[in-house]
């Protein structure tokens, strides 16, 4: 996260982790980004829900509007 977000000029809060495990929102967490919990791998809604900031069924359904909420 680092060296993407010196590449491009960001700080990490300006960053949105999407992943599909536990593992994937504690990497978002420990990084500083905001979590978006997508269900098209194996873990289920109940196991990301507290760790993301959002659940979606997938990235496809990411509208950037919904972290300004």
Same mark, same amino acid.
């Given at each position: 996260?680092?060296?993407?977000?010196?590449?491009?000029?960001?700080?990490?809060?300006?960053?949105?982790?999407?992943?599909?495990?536990?593992?994937?929102?504690?990497?978002?967490?420990?990084?500083?980004?905001?979590?978006?919990?997508?269900?098209?791998?194996?873990?289920?809604?109940?196991? @990301? *829900?507290?760790? !993301? +900031? =959002?659940? @979606? *069924?997938?990235? !496809? +359904? =990411?509208?950037?509007?919904?972290? !300004?909420?």
């Amino acid at each position: 996260m680092q060296g993407f977000c010196e590449r491009c000029d960001l700080t990490p809060a300006q960053v949105v982790m999407f992943g599909d495990t536990v593992s994937d929102m504690a990497f978002g967490l420990n990084a500083g980004a905001g979590k978006v919990g997508v269900l098209t791998g194996t873990a289920t809604q109940d196991e @990301l *829900a507290p760790h !993301a +900031d =959002f659940i @979606l *069924a997938s990235v !496809a +359904d =990411f509208e950037p509007e919904c972290l !300004a909420r």
